[in-house]
């Protein structure tokens, strides 16, 4: 593909197949992409980065983590709005568009609006419009015109959306190394297992992260755990299914293509992971920065270059992992820019130094430098760290087309959160940890709070062992628990950076600078709620999943608190995005059959719903419906009957005072009532 300056020769990219080119169109041009890319990745690979505009300012935007996370993916496909363009395949013939702007993606008239952001103050919306008397309703026409994102087309055909349910004894969510050692633990004990992931296959960070400086561990775990999951005959896997919602008692709903699946399981595992978070300094927004997790997928799973001359942004030996991954695949490397001060280096820190690559210690990316043509990343600021959250004014330009960003990261709990769960925040780890959870609901791997690959694998299979016994599937030996961190381990500095002249990005999802949280508190909302809801953070698509982190640490800076003191939001329902199409389905109920069932069938029976069950209403032809109804009426009356009740349930009731608990609440005696004796209960009240 001569055209597509960023595609990398193969081996890389594992998911795509080079032998099937797809041609498609994004805003009018067209390209060429392969099968197994997404729209994200095949833009990629032709440099394309620019995807939709922002919320409110319509600053340019693009994917930071190519994994569905954020708005800044979501485009127009034909008539569908918000589809998230690097989730979503490539088919033949595909016409995509980008969202949120006036005129054109690149020329965006309503761009504008920057240059008077000053004007536009978060919660700027309560204090104006209001005078003179019933301008309002002028200004309520302008303000829900430019609102929300995309375009619906009242004229596109409908879809066809259905629903189903399924049961299983533990649904495992998250098909990564922690979520498959846990169904697979769980599949041993004999319980029956329903594995929901995301993705196209299984593998999670496996398939595309560093576990160790050589880069060979993780294909080899991978690899193992695959042969053992696939074949298994308790292990159920749904691939391309998101589980959008928890509801009471383990309710689960989960999308699959058109199809909501509402799933009841006995225990719950939750191994969602982790998601990158990103940085605060000026312009973080631009596209061509990327999450570190970002760049590792684009690599390995679609063979595409972030770029052709990279800086990494790191406070972690994530970063000097991705460092080796650009290395790997001939990339220039400007530099690795390290937020820690210079230490005894770790192993991913020395293969670095081996390779050659440059480093700058305690040093952070100030701003980040548009382009002449101010559409994506042109070159970084670094300068020196002068203290928490404070960097010298100037220092040197890097020229570079793509910044690797590996900061920190924060779990994936937003399906926890809705369980019950409770999380806080944890100095020594630089972000949220778990505290609690409910009964029967579990959590494995670096959602909650393991990392090393040893202790995810460890913790998955701990999960699944809880997990079955559950649900009844107890094993006699309980699987050791999960290494914890090394003692003494230093917290991660904060990447948040605050920039006299703003554009320093909290939430990217709607535009809230580090300024706006600031000028929120100086209001009096010092709540995180109150914050939460006057700024509107954590309020657009990606629901604060890549900006609560950040703003909890803002916040607190400008209360002048401890970070624990803040307090957390919650995440609600669905976690990721649904169509209306799938609330809408089939409004069917589950099929149940009471035992007498094909007996009722044989004998000829029409069958009726009588609430969840099937129940025959009369025997013979439905032509002859009301004189057989009298005959059968007639048989029982004069001769004798015969009525399956077993679909009215009942209690079991158990012990030595059994009987006469049961004369205390009806009115008949059962003390002599014989062993296979049945009879009709009377139960009153006191009136």
Known sequence: MSDAPNRLSAPAGSRIDRARQIRFTFDGRAYEGYAGDTVASALAAHGVFLLSRSFKYHRPRGSLGFAGEEAGALVQVGDDPNVLADVRTLAPGLDVRGQNYVGSLRGDWAAALGLV?????????????????????????????????????????????????????????????????????????????????????????????????????????????????????????????????????????????????????????????????????????????????????????????PGRRIVVLTASDDGYASALDLAEHQLELAAIVDLRPQGPPGPFERAAGVRGLRTLHRHTVREAIRRPDGQRLGAVRVTHITGPGHCAPTGDELACDALCVATGAAPAASLLWQAGATFAYDETSATLALRSIPPGVFAAGSVAGHHALDAVLADGRRAGWAAAARAGFERALEPPAAASGPAGAQAPPRPIFPHPGGHDYVDLDEDIEAGDIAHAIAEGFT???????????????????????????????????????????????????????????????????????????????????????????????????????REEVLAVRHNVGLIDVSTLGGYEIRGPAAAEFLERMYTLAYRRQTVGRVRYALMTDEA
């Open 117 to 305: 952001r000053r004007f536009l103050p978060v919660g700027f919306y309560y204090k104006a419009f209001y005078r003179p008397k019933g301008i309002w309703k002028y200004w309520e026409r302008v303000i829900r015109a430019s609102a929300g994102l995309g375009r619906i087309n009242p004229h596109a055909p409908h879809g066809a959306f259905d629903h189903a349910h399924d049961f299983c004894d533990v649904a495992v969510i998250g098909g990564g190394p922690a979520g498959l050692t846990a169904a697979l633990e769980a599949a041993q004990a004999g319980a029956e297992v329903l594995l929901v992931e995301r993705e196209p296959a299984v593998g999670g960070a496996l398939s595309y992260a560093r576990f160790d400086p050589a880069g060979a561990r993780a294909a080899v775990e991978l690899d193992a755990l695959v042969k053992r999951v696939g074949p298994h005959r308790n292990l159920r896997i749904m691939t391309r299914a998101t589980c959008t919602g928890y509801f009471a008692d383990n309710w689960l709903a989960v999308t699959q293509g058109n199809r909501l699946t509402k799933v009841r399981a006995a225990a719950v595992v939750v191994a969602t992971g982790c998601l990158d978070q990103p940085a605060v300094f000026r312009h973080n927004d631009l596209p061509g920065i990327l999450l570190a997790s970002g760049v590792q997928r684009l690599l390995r799973l679609y063979g595409v270059a």
């Open 527 to 629: 709540h995180g709620e109150l914050v939460k809801r006057y700024t509107g953070l954590g309020m657009g698509p990606s629901q604060g999943r890549q900006s609560a982190l950040a703003a909890l640490q803002v916040t607190a800076h400008e209360l002048g608190v401890p970070i624990a003191h803040v307090g957390t939001t919650t995440s609600r329902p669905p976690a990721y995005p649904e169509k209306f199409g799938h609330l809408a389905g089939r409004g069917f109920a589950p099929v149940r059959h009471t035992p007498l069932h094909q007996r009722h069938a044989e004998a000829g029976a029409q069958m009726m719903v009588a609430g969840l069950w099937i129940r025959p209403a009369y025997y013979g032809p439905a032509s002859e419906r009301e004189a057989l109804i």
